[in-house]
């Protein structure tokens, strides 16, 4: 069996293409321009992620929103899971660069931190 | 604040933070950065996706957070931000007025000016989208605005127009909030933006894309209701009878960018019709002495590291202006040639190439005018003569192609240098 | 609120609120009644901007009578309102032999109409005035007295002065039928109730039709709208000197080349069948068509250089396409303003007086008020000012130091003024239409976020009740966070 992908590890985007024998193993992978390609693919059949980046609601900030990410891509199916359980969180201004928001997010292992500081008003 | 600066730049994005940091860096006294937003970092706050640092920083960041560095250290070398406060005029003899709302009508002189005001987007009107006029037609990163910044969401069901990255990005970003992303629409035959964020934000949240179709009317009056879509032919024009009508509210415009080039104008900076912004030489010089450009007030990047790097030239060289180490050049003109649609810098100092034994490097930047499935060479051309060459695996006009040259590669040039792009 | 006035006036256009601003004058109650959110949101707003010197309409009708007498008093008018006004002439162009012996057809009819200073200019004086004119072209007919304005301005500043002179202004009220007592008009029905009067004027526009016909007058008078798209062009890419016309044909001026007193390009309008008459989209075709039209007067038009595209709709009336500005003779107390089409807005003013006599006629006996105040001062605006003004204008209130639309240096203070004027600015097409926010090169993609936040804070609403132009154009519509899933 064929299964096409898009690498997405840089802009190049290279299409690649993969045979897989009846029991799910890799037998030829084609079109990558380096190996960066062949393990992204190999992630892509096994244990697919990708960086969740939204945002996080702010109570007594200069903004009512404060951006994270996942410090680490995290498995794809996680991804609208943890954005709709970020939904439900507020943070108190001030938030620091940085500053874990989720610890070991949804089992993961992986953080969610700001990406940027929410000042108090004043400039704190 | 003062009223006299060595050096002002006019933009706190990612070009000009960079070019104030170098600037000061370089030994410019003080220097001002006059941003008309509430916070600095330009367009990259409301910019919460990865994607951004992998050349200057080696890693890969969140638009905020690669901001945040810039800011930081802008901070720590006493570079002065005036936020809120837009610029009216720029005078050729390098005075500048601008307003706010908490110093009143405010008068600079400067030593030397960094123009970093950046880009817009393009709108409905450029495209001549016929209908009605209601609410629910946005650009996009007016909704990125509302969306990362107000937290405010302008609709339920969107409707896409241009596959641009930031078109992909927001499909994606409304995704995550709730919204129902309910098709991109492309006029091109292929993505204008790039393959991966195809995969990342459209692709992975089941969000279909129809190529080679437009927006031939947006329905509704008060707020749309409804947007009808067409395919269009080899030549871009609607084939009759391939209309759709899209049930939806909003119509989000992701259809390119624009250098925003007001100021340059006024101080009598001369543009290239074909980047729509400043020429300038390999140093982000202007034709007026003393002022300077970088970023996408010059020509659209793709990546926003190139807009720091550019920044950083112009800082060095605006700071080196204002200590009296930089003497009236004389240039080259750098010509885009065969499959090549626009080259920044447009002219390189002659001083600059004719030693041999310099060896700095300058970065060209270029578009070229259609798609290359296979190898590329790219080359500089004095007459008939290869003075440079480099070998791309493809090239799209969708992507920017940066060249670092050694300049001691130019160094045998005897005029006007023409960039050709060829399959060979 | 007051349910009892001496004269209600139907529509809010510049018929309607010139009439106001004249009734104010006199020690009357006037009600304005508007289905709208704001005044002028018809074709009043949406319109080639002329006011046209007066050669065009035929002899002896009342287009020629009220369009060469409106003209005039647009004159001294426009400054008395604090009213953008430009008087840049316009002009006629011929391309063939044919054409010249049309413009001298044109200026005899001038001379009829009474139209002062009308000319036959030659190739090179046509060059002279306006230099990216089709070098095909052979002629000109000059006319001195026509004029670009600013046709919502007028508008607004018509009836904020009618305000400040004691009128009423009811917006989202939408007449529905007359009151009328054994042959007389007693009143009017309307979404928001019942008004007592004496007087109606009809100033409905486009829906003047079907007013009257409720009041079983002009029974067989309809107007079939047409509609007419416009382009505008970036005043940094290319201006124009003048209003130019090609030479007239049936069916109307043409398709035009303008400036407007915003510095843009305008062109338009084409000629075309309405769906109906809110039927404001544009399309492809008339687009195009007026695109092509306007080429043929001006070719270095360039589609790339488009920053803003609309549609108007004519009151087009049926019958003699004569302006009607009478008495109903079916019921008493009904002044009837029917088929104001082109030009309209340059006859309003003539019209608007014309209405005070037929009141006079009528035996209304109008006291002059001692403190009348013809005068309205128009608001700041800051992108017209010099340094020192703009200096002195931020130093007594620092909102004018913010500025919130980059494109057209519009300030807080400005979009502050329009919420809290005399006729107030409830939507951001209010704010855009006084203030010219928006109307630039990013057609407000920048000011978008700003502009709801103010709003929201002025009106005290949420900012998912902030609208475009009214109930039902809401911008917004919940929080980022605020979604059940």
């Known amino acids: 069996m064929e299964r096409k992908f898009v690498c997405i590890r840089c802009p190049q985007g290279c299409e690649i293409t993969t045979t897989l024998n009846g029991n799910g193993a890799i037998t030829e992978i084609t079109g990558n321009s380096c190996r960066i390609g062949a393990d992204f693919v190999k992630a892509e059949l096994t244990d697919a992620r990708r960086t969740l980046t939204t945002t996080v609601r702010v109570s007594g900030g200069t903004r009512p929103l404060c951006p994270v990410w996942t410090e680490k891509p995290v498995p794809k199916d996680k991804v609208l899971d943890l954005a709709a359980q970020l939904r439900t969180i507020t943070l108190n201004a001030p938030v620091s660069a940085g500053q874990i928001i989720i610890k070991n997010a949804a089992g993961t292992g992986i953080n969610i931190v700001a990406s940027a500081p929410v000042m108090a008003p004043g400039g704190k | 604040m003062n009223t006299t600066y060595d050096v002002v730049v006019v933009g706190a994005g990612p070009a000009g933070l960079a070019a104030a940091i170098e600037a000061k860096k370089t030994g410019a006294g003080d220097v001002l950065i006059i941003e008309r937003n509430d916070e600095p970092g330009g367009i990259l706050p409301q910019c919460i996706h990865n994607g951004f640092g992998s050349v200057i920083f080696k890693k890969d960041l969140p638009g905020p957070a690669y901001a945040y560095n810039f800011i930081e250290e802008a901070k720590t070398l006493g570079i002065e931000i005036v936020l809120d406060t837009m610029v009216l005029n720029i005078t050729p003899d390098k005075k500048i007025t601008a307003a706010n709302s908490r110093d009143g009508f405010l008068e600079f002189e400067a030593g030397a000016i960094i123009l970093a005001m950046g880009c817009r987007e393009r709108t409905r009107a450029n495209i001549r989208v016929p209908g009605d006029r209601p609410a629910g037609v946005f650009t996009a990163g007016t909704v990125q605005r509302l969306v990362n910044i107000e937290g405010l969401m302008p609709g339920k069901n969107f409707v896409i127009l241009g596959s641009g990255d930031i078109g992909m990005i927001m499909a994606r970003r409304l995704t995550l909030e709730g919204a129902n992303v309910l098709k991109v629409v492309e006029l091109m035959p292929c993505l204008t933006g790039l393959r991966r964020n195809y995969v990342q934000c ?14 031939k009317r947006i329905i509704g009056k008060k707020r749309v209701e409804a947007v009808e879509t067409v395919k269009v032919d080899e030549s871009l024009n609607p084939i009759s009878g391939t209309q759709e009508t899209i049930a939806c509210d909003s119509l989000l415009l992701s259809v390119g960018l624009i250098p925003e080039n007001e100021l340059s104008k006024k ?46 030239i112009a800082g060095t060289n605006a700071a080196l202006y204002t200590m009296g180490k930089s003497s009236s050049p004389k ?12 080259v920044v810098p447009q002219r390189i100092n002659t001083s600059n190439i004719a030693l041999k034994s310099s060896s700095t490097e300058i970065l060209i930047e270029l578009r070229v005018l259609h798609e290359f499935d296979s190898k590329v060479f790219i080359d500089i051309m004095d007459g008939d003569k290869v003075l440079y060459s480099h070998m791309e695996k493809y090239a799209r006009p969708a992507e920017m192609i940066t060249l670092r040259v050694d300049t001691s590669k130019l160094a045998g040039a005897t005029g006007d240098l023409t960039v050709v792009v060829s399959s060979k | 609120m007051k349910n009892k006035y001496d004269v209600v006036i139907i529509g809010s256009g510049i018929i309607g609120s010139l009439t106001a601003r004249y009734l104010s004058r006199y020690n009357l109650s006037v009600l304005v009644v508007e ?23 035929k002899p002896g009708t009342m ?15 426009a400054p008395e309102l604090g009213i953008v006004f430009e008087k840049t002439g316009s002009l006629v162009v011929a391309t063939s032999e044919d054409d010249v012996s049309k413009l001298k057809q044109l200026q005899e009819q001038a001379a009829a109409n009474n139209i002062p200073g009308v000319e036959i200019l030659d190739k090179e004086q046509l060059k002279t005035r306006e230099p990216l004119i089709n070098p095909e072209a052979v002629a000109a007919l000059w006319a001195p007295t026509a004029a670009v304005l600013d046709p919502f301005g007028a508008v ?32 009017i029905r309307t979404t928001k109730g019942d008004f007592i009067c004496r007087r109606v004027i009809n100033a409905a526009g486009l829906y003047a039709d079907e007013v009257t016909r409720k009041a079983g007058a002009r029974i067989d008078f309809s107007i079939t709208p047409r509609k007419g798209s416009y382009l505008i062009f970036d005043p940094m890419k290319i201006t124009l000197k003048n209003v130019i016309f090609p030479v007239p044909s049936e069916m109307g001026k ?30 492809e075709d008339g687009l195009m068509e007026v695109f092509n039209g306007a080429k043929r007067l001006i070719p270095s038009l360039d589609l790339k250089n488009v920053i803003a595209q609309y549609c108007g ?48 006629e009528s035996g209304e006996k109008l006291e002059e008020k001692p403190d009348w105040n013809p005068v309205r001062k128009p608001f700041p605006h800051f992108h017209r000012m010099s340094n020192v003004e703009r200096k002195k204008l931020i130093a007594k209130n620092p909102a004018y130091g913010r500025i919130v639309c980059r494109c057209e240096e519009i300030t807080e203070g400005e979009i502050l003024d329009a919420i809290h004027s005399p006729v107030p600015a409830r939507t951001y097409d209010g704010i855009k239409r006084r203030t010219w926010m928006g109307t630039g090169r990013c057609q407000g993609a920048f000011d978008y976020p700003r502009v709801i936040a103010i709003l929201s804070r002025e009106l005290g609403i949420p900012a998912e009740e902030v609208t475009k132009k009214g109930k039902g154009s809401e911008l917004v519509y919940r929080g980022t966070k605020e979604c059940a899933q």
């Open chain 3, 156 to 187: 607004l500043a018509a009836a904020e002065n009618a305000v400040a002179n004691g009128v009423t202004y009811l917006f989202e009220t939408e007449f529905t039928d007359f009151i009328i007592d054994s042959g007389r008009i007693t009143g």
């Open chain 3, 254 to 283: 043409g398709i035009l080349a303008s400036t407007t007193t915003h510095g843009n390009v305008l062109i338009g309008p084409n000629n075309e069948a309405c769906d109906g008459k809110n039927d404001t989209a544009t399309g």
């Open chain 3, 313 to 360: 709709v004519r009151a087009k009336g049926n019958g003699t396409g004569d302006f009607i500005v009478e008495k109903a003779s079916e019921v008493q107390g009904l002044i009837n303003l029917l088929g104001i089409e082109s030009p309209g807005f340059a006859s309003a003013p003539a019209i608007a007086l014309r209405v005070i006599e037929l009141l006079k």
């Open chain 2, 331 to 342: 240039y080259y003109r750098l010509i885009p040639g065969d499959g090549v649609r626009s």
């Open chain 2, 267 to 312: 101080a009598g900076v001369i543009l290239d019709p074909l980047t729509g912004g400043p020429a300038v030489d390999e140093n982000m010089a202007t034709n007026i002495n003393g002022i300077y450009a970088a970023g996408n007030v010059v020509t659209i990047y793709d990546l926003v590291d190139y807009v720091s790097k550019a920044g950083m």
């Open chain 2, 202 to 215: 459209l692709q992975d949240f089941n969000i279909p894309l129809s190529l080679s179709t437009t927006i």
């Open chain 3, 63 to 77: 287009k020629a009578e009220m369009n060469a007498k409106g003209n005039r008093i647009w004159h001294s008018l």
């Open chain 3, 35 to 57: 289905k709208e959110i704001d005044v002028g949101m018809c074709p009043s707003s949406a319109n080639s901007a002329i006011i046209h010197a007066g050669y065009d309409p």
